[in-house]
């Protein structure tokens, strides 16, 4: 008899990260579908080279997350899909209320409707999987790390969002025993991230002889870990994780902004001199600080090591080297250098 493989649900899964884990899933042997609305954040170049189903549409639409369920018998959702830029949560919160908490609660609902009709095979195994972020968790001084068991203290209306979230995917669980399992990972860096976020849009706005706006003195520090890496920490958490339990995934390499935009100007410097001779850092301008701009990230994924035997692997320094090639060769990156 030939076994069918274990599907997916990902949501979010032309995005940045979801796109990776797409990858990384069909590679492992599951079948996946994926559903997105393609907003400005999502392409589906990103995921063209892997075989996936492909649903263009809402998580937030009841009624077509329900078809999808009726249609397919899912082992796992795995939930990417936000929106994730806290700059423009600043601006807008609502669609981060609307796609972050509604659309999770839409999809929370609806999985737990196909669970309960699901054999009890499927009932064990079914898992939920919702991918937040170590913003739920606030800020740090200069000392100290998030652990699974800090408290919630979201600083901005998206990390408020995903907070909301989080605690709604809790309740399922809790009220309902719907299987899920939270992740909170620290910056992901790597290709296919869109050119809002930090790594990215330094590069593009060297690429374009534009400044390199800075905020503050550049002093926020963050935990930068590969996307590959919280790809592989997101299928243990699936493979491995408890109902129930949180996960921290970092790539314990913290910088401030101000080095990692530094380190970028350095790599530019060898691989795309500036024609005027200039060095890229001389682009470097300090600008107005972003609102309640949290200080300091740092995670200790010493939990999801000892539980799920989750390493980060890649070597920063080679990441980023990588990462910098990969948008010099992107075709996103060369059509915003032609405009
Ligand atoms: N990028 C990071 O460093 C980081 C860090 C911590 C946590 N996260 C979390 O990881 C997840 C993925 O982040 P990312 O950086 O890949 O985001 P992204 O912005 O690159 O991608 C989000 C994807 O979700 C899709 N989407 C948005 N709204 C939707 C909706 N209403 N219905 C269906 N699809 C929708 C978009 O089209 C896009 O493909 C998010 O939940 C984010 O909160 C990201």
Redesign the pocket.
């Known amino acids: 008899m030939v076994q069918s493989r274990p599907k997916l649900l990902v949501?979010?899964?032309?995005?940045?990260?979801?796109?990776h884990f797409v990858d990384l899933a069909v590679q492992q042997g599951y079948d996946v579908t994926v559903?997105?609305?393609?907003?400005?954040?999502?392409?589906r170049t990103?995921i063209a080279s892997t075989p996936h189903q492909f649903v263009e549409?809402?998580?937030?639409d009841a009624g077509l997350v329900k078809g999808l369920f009726e249609k397919d018998s899912f082992h796992a959702v795995i939930?990417?899909?936000?929106?994730?830029?806290v700059d423009r949560s600043i601006l807008g919160p609502g669609e981060f209320i609307?796609?972050?908490v509604q659309?999770t609660q839409t999809l929370l609902e609806q999985s737990l409707i196909a669970w309960r009709k699901s054999s009890p095979v499927l009932r064990e195994s079914f898992r939920f999987i919702q991918?937040?972020?170590?913003?739920v968790f606030g800020s740090l001084g200069p000392e100290g790390s998030f652990t699974e068991t800090h408290p919630y203290q979201p600083n901005s209306p998206?990390a408020a969002s995903?907070a909301a979230a989080d605690l709604i995917v809790r309740a399922y669980c809790k009220t309902y025993g719907l299987p899920c399992i939270i992740t909170?990972?620290?910056?992901?860096?790597g290709p296919?991230?869109?050119p809002e976020?930090l790594i990215p849009h330094m590069i593009q706005s060297a690429l374009l002889n534009r400044p390199l706006g800075v905020y503050g003195k550049g002093t926020n520090v963050r935990d930068w870990?590969h996307?590959t890496d919280?790809c592989q920490g997101v299928l243990l958490a699936l493979e491995k994780g408890k109902p129930g339990a949180h996960y921290c995934f970092g790539g314990g390499k913290e910088m401030n902004n101000l080095e990692i935009v530094q380190l970028l100007c350095h790599l530019l410097d060898e691989s795309r001199p500036r024609s005027d001779g200039q060095k890229h850092e001389s682009k470097i301008q300090f600008v107005e600080d972003r609102l309640g701009h949290d200080f300091r990230y740092s995670i200790d994924s010493s939990f999801a090591q000892k539980e799920l035997g989750y390493r980060a692997k890649v070597r920063f320094d080679s990441g980023l080297k990588e990462t910098v090639q990969w948008y010099l060769q992107s075709k996103q990156t060369q059509e915003a250098e032609i405009k």
């Open positions: 949501t979010g899964g032309a995005g940045f990260i979801g796109s559903l997105d609305a393609l907003t400005y954040a999502g392409s990103n549409g809402d998580i937030c939930h990417f899909a936000a929106e994730s830029h609307r796609t972050n659309g991918i937040s972020t170590d913003e998206y995903k909170h990972c620290s910056n992901n860096y296919r991230q869109f976020k870990l996307v919280h």
